[in-house]
């Protein structure tokens, strides 16, 4: 069987490459990084370098694939719209169409639950719930338009899954965990009105299973949409006290009211906006809305049309990320 992986060189990406590998699958896997593409070479799996925006290269990658899996993306808290268009629409354009004039078996593309969420409290969302009017943040807007890319292409005749998983950690993870490590070092973790928003994590071997499972399921699963998480949501309090226990680092935090907090995260959106060059804030809206309200997601669907059952627990899963920071670290 033969594969190509989307933004291999990410993190979901890489797991998902090194995992077919184990199965037999022969992958080629695409990214930006020169680097880590050259990690996963060694590793012996094909790489190619290609933008989302080559059209032209990432049309041709599908030739003679049995599965796409398009992992690839520009996800960022804060950066230009048209950056973000141009990666997660235009390059999702490219893929389907490459899918369809090259006869892929299966497309299974990565899409986020952010579309769902905004500054309200949302609890056990299904995937046909109302979504907002208008998402969060041009990252889940441009997902959400990047979603209905896919539809048109199944109304083309493309076979073709899209998964939403939730909060992806692990060894390898760059952002999620690593950035509450970060903010613990230097001035405490933002606990917004106490910490007490329920978080709905997933560890990223599950959300691999998940992806191969898209492959391997029936023809009746086509077109759907599916939600992914470990299906155990906690306090975001609760989940940084069981990380920081397991690294032996003290937890540290700083109390914000959620008001406050929004109001601070629009201040900082502003003056990055209006300074060319100033970089992500150090607080996004977006941000605020994630840490500081409740966000989880029903996985019924998931469980009955793909067979999808996390395997590996919040808590396993925190232990594997904690070895690994340890092992990086220790290793610097």
Not at 162 to 174: I, K, Q
Not at 272 to 290: C, F, K, N, S, Y
Not at 307 to 317: K, M, T
């Amino acid at each position: 069987m033969r594969a190509l992986v989307t933004g291999a060189t990410g993190f979901l990406g890489g797991h998902l490459a090194r995992r077919l590998r184990d199965l037999g699958w022969e992958v080629t896997a695409t990214g930006r990084s020169e680097k880590l593409g050259g990690q996963l070479q060694q590793e012996g799996i094909r790489f190619v370098r290609a933008d989302l925006t080559d059209q032209e290269r990432l049309r041709l990658l599908c030739t003679g694939q049995d599965a796409v899996f398009h992992c690839g993306a520009m996800s960022a808290a804060w950066g230009r719209y048209k950056e973000f268009y141009a990666s997660n629409v235009l390059g999702t354009s490219h893929v389907v169409e490459g899918c369809l004039e090259h006869g892929v078996r299966r497309l299974v593309h990565v899409s986020t639950p952010s579309v769902y969420f905004g500054t309200v409290h949302r609890l056990n969302v299904a995937e046909h719930d109302p979504l907002p009017v208008r998402q969060g943040s041009a990252y889940a807007r441009t997902k959400r338009l990047a979603e209905q890319v896919v539809e048109q292409g199944v109304r083309r005749g493309l076979p073709a899954i899209t998964l939403r998983p939730r909060a992806l950690f692990g060894p390898g993870d760059r952002t999620i965990l690593p950035k509450l490590i970060q903010a613990n070092a230097k001035r405490g973790v933002p606990m917004i009105d106490g910490g007490q928003g329920l978080v709905d994590l997933t560890y990223v071997g599950n959300a691999v299973d998940a992806l191969v499972q898209a492959y391997e399921s029936p023809d009746q699963a086509l077109g759907g949409i599916y939600n992914i998480t470990n299906g155990e949501p906690m306090p975001l309090a609760a989940a940084a006290r069981l990380l920081f226990a397991r690294l032996g680092v003290p937890l540290r935090t700083v109390k914000l009211p959620f008001r406050a907090a929004y109001g601070l995260a629009a201040v900082l959106e502003l003056a990055a906006a209006v300074r060319p060059g100033a970089g992500e804030p150090m607080l996004t809206r977006a941000t605020v809305g994630m840490l500081g309200r409740s966000q989880t997601l029903d996985i019924r669907q998931a469980r009955q049309v793909l067979g999808y059952e996390p395997r590996v627990s919040v808590a396993e899963g925190l232990n594997e990320f904690a070895r690994w920071w340890e092992e990086q670290n220790h290793e610097a």
